[in-house]
């Protein structure tokens, strides 16, 4: 008998727009009965839309929300009708214009030019599912036939986290997301056109004043900076076609891009091989949240039989970066809360054990996100062999082991809200204060005079960073080289310049026991805290999600 198995399933991820947008294209389906078109335009992050007509669209059917020939289409599942007003099972991951085409669906074929949540954050082994926790609540009526038990129980909120722990980086795509955003810098490119419509965060179709030059499978950079800073948009796609001047890319936008005059370039061409990309992580008050796909295939690889849940509204909290000697760069995403779910097991017993639907709960209508359209790095990882370790101004030689930490305080919000479609998880999710901290195990290093000016992490501790001018902290840079233009940095703090001051200190020792143990050379465990950070990852890989 086929079963499933843990070497059988795969976690792909993507950004999403708005919170709880998993985009995903929907250019061949099977069309139902039913159809209407959006009474007004709707944007990304809409949780219902409304039509001219629901007439023939009904609770639990599936619809495709615009066209994709020229702009973008998704589907999404109708959870209630309410008049000409459709609640949907999830926001919406693009913006739509009026008069946009509504169609029930019955199926959607899997064309891997409509799969943006083909990313693997690296090498994982094993993945805690965010599936829902069901607050089930008993309730203590009076009465004599109770005998101290509770008399009945009632649905409460439900809860969606999960994590991926210890998963080996092949590349920095997943090093963001609890940090902020990514700027991506090509180290050449070619000056062709500019944008004739803005755009939004999340689109996928732009349009521009001259397409000419520009074909399938030319790498375009939007709002190029030659300088990138915290304020900075520009980022690499590449062109899937064109038709006229509109040019539809591989992935959806980071960012929304306002079109330039005439004669200002806004659209860049990059050459595909001989170019390496500087992507900058800067840090951001509003972190992008992600979308989940897991896909699980039997061992009979019966695709009838596959297994897929789809998880959106992921913001990732709390998240690890380690290494230690002997191994490899390693990076967990400890605790990622979701708003909610889909799934494709879509229908339960209709007997007498489910009398009103038979539906199941979270049931929705996507691709299957197989093997054939994931995006596997082909990239050997970062070792610890490879990284350097600076702080206060020396590079330390003896680094036997770090991890560095950091913890957005994320706090899922249940407010007041109507719901539909048996949901009853997070409204939204919500970013606290950012904490940062370092842990590191380090050898001591070759001895000295006791009257020696070397400056010793045994000096930084009692210095406790106040050097004369008040609380300035020091340096620290991580970098991790690959090969040539092939590299990790972290820097902190994230200008790379610690001060005395607000917003401008760097890292400070908390605690540095010297004890006294059996290992030789003496070795200290290293308790950092630091206030901001700023990575930098130089590689050949032009999209960053």
Known sequence: MAVYRSDQAQLTFSTEAVQGGYPELASSVTNGTGNSTLNG?????????TVANSSGITQNEHVVIGTSATAESEIRTVVFVDGNVLHLNAPLAFSHANSANVQVVTATADTSADIYIDQIPGVYETVETPD???AIEPRYFLGTASKRNFYTAYKGQQAFSGGVAGFLLLNGKALRYPIGK???EPSAKTDRTYLSTSTVKGDVFITVNSATNLTANTLVCIDYDDNPTATSVSEVRKIVSVSSTTLKLDYPLQFAHTAAGSGTTQITSVATSGVHYLHHIFETVDLDTVSWHVHMRDSSETAANDFDRRYFGGMIGSATIAAEEGGMLTMGWDSVNFLGMVHNQSTSDVGARLTDSATTPFTGLMKTIDTDEVDFATTNPYY????TVTIYGQELARVRSFSLTISNGEEPRYYISRRHGNRRGPSEIIENRREYSCGMTLALPDS???GSTTTTLFKELLLEGD????????????TFTRGTNDT??????DDGNARAGGNTSGAFIRTAQHGITGDNPLQVDADILFRSMKIEVNDSLYYYP
């Open 132 to 134: 829902p926790e069901m």
């Open 41 to 49: 335009a709707h944007s990304a992050g809409a949780n219902s839309i």
């Open 467 to 478: 050097f004369g001018d008040g609380m300035e902290g020091f340096n620290i840079t991580l």
């Open 488 to 493: 990790i940095t972290i820097t902190i703090p």
């Open 182 to 184: 990514v700027v991506t």
């Open 448 to 450: 000295q005079a006791a």
């Open 384 to 387: 610890f062999s490879e990284g």
